[in-house]
């Protein structure tokens, strides 16, 4: 049977199933009476011929494509290998001059003791010989005098010595105490490394909105109106919110936007930064502390560093720390060691006034600073200024987000509004437009995979969901 109205055939079951409305169908012996389909048929051949050639092209590039795809992963998992081999050379480099400086330590004390042998042999010796010359019969008086002197000379050079090394060599006193800061920085890390793709260097196009949808955070135990000051997204398809009014960490469901955990903090969340896959770190306004979080299973506390300023701003890239406090950058270990600060230009003249938040790139190799009076400032991984933006159209800089494309995202808490700006601080152009009606904006979150941006405003229970 041939349905002409969908240019399809089928059996006469099938026609009667799929194509009951249908009103053009025919019984393919009578519809091609008086019809040729020979030029037809030449044609479909020649179209189904080239359509087999491209095909096996395509085929072949799979193949291609598979082998070059198994080459890479070869390569990459050798560089983990070198890289591990590295590791361990540095380790038996460590163990090396840990076992150096035992042996240096014990073959001075082994010498001290052989030497006080020595010594006491020789004194030993005296005192026996004085004692067997004292022994001797009849010696006159004058050779009892001598020997009484040479032997009191020996008592009183051999009881000098006797005191001299009253201070026994103790070795229970020698320990090895293990350098734990090594092992904890190993105990910090899920891998060994960072997987990373390379994103081809073309022009950075504007994100354009398509959609708008808006979802309630709040939940019942939330004492006043959700404040969000920090959203992130995690790769288990959800989204850490910082609920700055309500002192807690929200974990939303990035499918249905529901709230399904939440954790209490001892603060005000002001930022939190993704450490990896199951872990965030937050700095709590006004308190030297920044705290990591589990985000695995239900949130909990792991570990926390104390600094000697408030901390504001944090981010994390290679396997540092960078937070902030009003006017200076810092760069911290993840054990608490601080490396380096920011705080001064090379004219001598002070780099920010108001930092409210921060992000690095992956490489760290560009450090941006929202500051709430001078704006978007881009540093290098020196502390040098690359670029700096305030004008008109960002007023009141409050959060700065990395794309994973590489362009960077500034709210305007003032300005209300959202501009895009490229990995250098170049203005690419203005994503989310000032509404006078809504409240301002405290921060942006963005995940180019799903297609999803959000944004927060203050002292509101709903935030702003964007597909892009």
């Not at 010595?161 to 320990?175: Q, Y």
């Not at 920011?342 to 006034?353: N, T, W």
Request: glycine share 4%; proline share 1%.
């Amino acid at each position: 049977m041939y349905c002409q109205n969908h240019d399809n055939v089928g059996c006469t079951t099938c026609m009667a199933i799929d194509h009951r409305s249908c009103k053009d169908i025919f019984y393919i012996p009578e519809f091609i009476q008086n019809k040729s389909y020979q030029v037809a048929s030449r044609e479909i051949q020649t179209k189904l011929k080239a359509l087999a050639k491209t095909l096996a092209v395509q085929a072949n590039k799979f193949q291609q494509d598979k082998q070059s795809l198994l080459k890479r992963k070869a390569e990459l998992l050798d560089d983990i290998r070198k890289f591990r081999q590295e590791i361990n050379d540095q380790l038996d480099k460590l163990e090396k001059s840990s076992v150096d400086e035992i042996e240096n330590k014990f073959k001075l004390l082994e010498d001290k003791i052989e030497e006080g042998l020595k010594q006491l042999q020789a004194h030993k010796a005296k005192v026996t010989s004085a004692n067997d010359k004292l022994a001797s019969p009849n010696p006159n008086q004058a050779e009892l005098f001598v020997h009484v002197k040479m032997g009191e000379d020996a008592e009183n050079v051999a009881n000098k010595f006797i005191n001299d090394t009253k201070m026994k060599i103790t070795v229970s006193g020698i320990e090895f105490k293990p350098n734990r800061n090594l092992l904890q920085q190993l105990k910090q890390n899920q891998t060994i490394g960072m997987l990373t793709e390379k994103t081809t260097k073309t022009a950075d196009q504007l994100l354009q909105i398509t959609g708008e949808q808006s979802y309630c955070v709040n939940v019942k135990l939330d004492e006043a109106n959700c404040s969000i000051t920090n959203a992130c997204y995690m790769e288990n398809d959800t989204i850490i919110l910082a609920d700055y009014n309500n002192n807690k960490l929200k974990r939303l469901d990035s499918h249905n936007y529901t709230i399904t955990d939440c954790y209490n903090l001892p603060g005000y969340p002001w930022q939190i930064c993704k450490i990896n896959e199951t872990q965030v770190a937050v700095t709590l306004s006004s308190q030297q502390e920044v705290h990591f979080i589990s985000v695995d299973r239900q949130m909990k506390e792991t570990n926390k560093i104390k600094t000697d300023f408030d901390c504001l701003g944090l981010a994390y890239a290679n396997n540092d720390l960078y937070i902030s406090d009003l006017t200076t950058v810092y760069i911290y270990t993840m054990s608490g060691r601080k490396l380096r600060q920011f705080s001064i230009d090379q004219s001598g003249d002070e780099l920010f006034s108001y930092i409210n938040t921060l992000a690095v790139s992956k490489d760290a190799t560009r450090i941006y600073v929202a500051d709430g009076n001078k704006g978007l400032i881009v540093l290098d991984n020196n502390g040098q200024i690359v670029t700096k933006f305030n004008g008109k159209q960002l007023q009141g800089a409050t959060y700065c987000h990395l794309t994973e494309t590489g362009s960077v995202l500034v709210s305007g808490y003032t300005s209300k509004n959202v501009l895009q700006f490229t990995f250098d601080g170049q203005l690419i152009g203005e994503v989310i437009k000032a509404d006078s009606g809504k409240s301002r904006i405290l921060s942006v979150c963005c995940n180019q995979q799903m297609s999803k941006m959000c944004i927060s405003r203050v002292n509101e229970d709903n935030i702003e969901v964007y597909d892009i």
